[in-house]
């Protein structure tokens, strides 16, 4: 990556030496498949007991930075250390450290509940009077106790997940990776995971965690990364990246059913109002720091069916710098 590239994605400078408290450190990080390159030079610091967040859309390289990350697949390119070793080198050493859920379940159907964690937990060479006080543990850290004799096939969606988590925690990992852990979750599901990862934050567990979804990213994260196209084009804490690219409040003029002409007449009527604006179907978004004077001064040039006042978020930094296209 050539200095004006790496200028372009807001990341720190490729040189030095890898931070001895960062548990994850990465310059000009790569990943080809074959002519494609899914992750085109990155740079990454994990910080020890943070939260840390990949964001971005489909096929954006954050599940390739993660394999990566885990050692299950090699770099390409660039510099990588991952609990101050090389996986290239200490793979082995750096999977006994780490408790990694993937996104798609990968439990044993045919072991209960309880079995799924105390065999997981011997792979690692733990004793079994240690997995069995474990795994009991973790059934109660995860609300599953009472089912630690059921089968995995009688379980939710939302009970499955919570118990690949606490499978990822048998081996007390210094670093957990979550790829996308609660994609497919009714909101309460979705709710009580995140209760359970702000509880393993606490108790001083470093994460890094892949999502799409802008709540998640926003409540849960300290710092995080968009990644789009495999580079990285913002960073930050949530509220930096917000403040950077986005501004204190959202004004939503909403018109209901209307027609494409109609509406850029709409808009035109609104143009000059703020410096950045947004046409969607049913309404328009603008970007504003004085939400109430920009709402008044829609109503003074157009007749909106409602007008919603909110603050901005993650989700209008992500789309600001991602786009709106749907990516397959």
């Known amino acids: ?14 040189g ?5 408290d960062a548990l994850v450190w990465a310059r000009g990080l790569r990943k080809s498949y074959g002519a494609f390159e899914a992750v085109r030079g990155i740079d990454v610091e994990v910080r020890r007991g943070e939260l840390f967040g990949f964001l971005g859309p489909n096929g954006a390289g954050k599940s390739t930075s993660m394999r990566m990350i885990a050692t299950v697949s ?20 750096i999977r006994a450290r780490l408790g990694v859920c993937p996104q798609d379940d990968t439990l044993d159907a045919e072991l209960s509940v309880r079995e799924n964690l105390t065999v997981y937990g ?10 069995r006080r474990r795994a009991d543990e973790l059934l109660d ?12 096939d009688d ?3 939302g009970m499955k997940r919570r118990l690949t988590i606490a499978r990822s925690l048998v081996n007390d990992p210094d670093l957990l990776l979550l790829d996308e852990p609660t994609t497919g979750l009714d909101p309460q599901a979705r709710h009580l995971l995140w209760d359970q990862l702000y509880r393993l934050k606490h108790a001083g567990v470093t994460q890094i965690l892949t999502t799409h979804y802008m709540d998640e990213a926003e409540q849960l994260c300290d710092r995080l990364v968009v990644v789009d196209g495999g580079v990285i084009v913002a960073q930050g804490s949530p509220g930096e990246l917000i403040a950077e690219h986005s501004t204190r409040e959202v004004v939503e003029a909403r018109f209901g059913v209307i027609t494409p002409d109609e ?16 046409v969607l179907p049913d309404r328009i978004l603008l970007y504003t720091d004085h939400a109430d004077a920009t709402a008044t001064a829609v109503h003074e040039r157009v ?15 992500f789309l600001h710098l991602t786009g709106r296209t749907l990516v397959e």
Do not use: C, I, W
């Open 16 to 20: 030095g030496r890898p931070d001895p």
């Open 122 to 131: 011997r792979y690692f060479g733990l004793p079994r009077d240690h997995v």
């Open 141 to 152: 850290f995860v609300n599953l106790s009472e089912k630690a004799g059921a089968k995995v």
């Open 303 to 317: 007749a909106p069916q409602t007008t919603l006042v909110r603050r901005s978020t993650l989700e209008d930094v």
């Open 263 to 278: 509406m850029a007449a709409v808009a035109g009527r609104l143009e000059g109002l703020v410096t950045r604006t947004e």
């Open 1 to 14: 990556m050539t200095g004006e590239e790496r200028a372009g994605t807001g990341q720190a400078s490729a």
């Open 74 to 93: 090699p770099r390409t390119g660039g510099d990588l250390r991952v609990l101050g070793m090389d996986p290239e080198t200490h793979g082995s050493q």
């Open 155 to 157: 379980l939710s969606g």
